[in-house]
Nanobody, 124 residues
């Protein structure tokens, strides 16, 4: 089992940048593919980034590709989400997700564990 704790959310101006972090408990972090999801009010939770166990493979939806970058540091049991050129539509609660094994947690049904989430607000 793994526990996930996000940090780094907050208020940022449109066009600005923010980096989210997700710290995982346990000794088997490198066994988990990781992902970031977001959910805005009235909308479904969607995956915005996912990364393989070694970091060698990543995936993004078109809405964030080129602006968001997911990375991980297995020595620190941490996954990051660098968000640049933020838009108003990026405002949401961002959650970290983990899936044991090789399959990327790129959809909700593929997630084994969730973090509690961190709020990202984008102002004008």
């Amino acid at each position: 089992q793994v526990q996930l704790v996000e940090s780094g959310g907050g208020l940022v101006q449109a066009g600005g940048s923010l980096r989210l972090s997700c710290a995982a408990s346990g000794r088997t972090f490198s066994s988990y593919a990781m992902g970031w999801f977001r959910q805005a009010p009235g909308k479904e939770r969607e995956c915005v980034a996912a990364i393989s166990r070694t970091g060698g493979s990543t995936t993004y939806p078109a809405s964030v590709k080129g602006r968001f970058t997911i990375s991980r540091d297995n020595a620190k049991n941490t996954v990051y989400l660098q968000m640049n050129s933020l838009k108003h539509e990026d405002a949401a609660v961002y959650c970290c997700a983990a899936r044991l094994g090789v399959v990327l947690p790129s959809s909700r049904r593929r997630v084994d564990y969730w973090g509690q989430g961190t709020q990202v607000t984008v102002s004008s």
